[in-house]
């Protein structure tokens, strides 16, 4: 069963950046569609962007053009690069395989206005 591990959150000012990380085990995961979310206190999870197999990425109406999903498969690795940010992007992030269901433990970002 693929688990998945994320990192990089914490906090941050508005306008900076930060790179979150998502670890995954198992031996298919570059054929895996992955996404990640995030979920702010009080509101509903929401998907921030996705990646195919192949590379094909989607972004949420929120976060097109500040942020920018990769993988690397050698490293059974999900990234999300997040520029810009803003105090409404605070949320705890989470990685999820489209293909298995899993949702890693989630990864605490907060902006500071």
């Known amino acids: 069963q693929v688990q998945l591990v994320e990192s990089g959150g914490g906090l941050v000012q508005a306008g900076g950046s930060l790179r979150l990380s998502c670890a995954a085990s198992?031996?298919?995961?570059?054929?895996?569609?992955m996404g990640w979310y995030r979920q702010a206190p009080g509101k509903q999870r929401e998907l921030v962007a996705t990646i195919s197999s192949t590379g094909t990425t989607t972004y949420g109406s929120g976060v097109k053009g500040r942020f920018t999903i990769s993988r690397d498969n050698a490293k059974n690795a999900v990234y999300l690069q997040m520029n810009s940010l803003k105090p409404e992007d605070t949320a705890v992030y989470y990685c999820?395989?489209?293909?298995?269901?899993?949702w890693g433990q989630g990864t605490q970002v907060t902006v500071s206005s």
């Open positions: 198992g031996s298919i995961f570059s054929i895996h569609r």
């Open positions: 999820h395989d489209w293909n298995t269901g899993n």
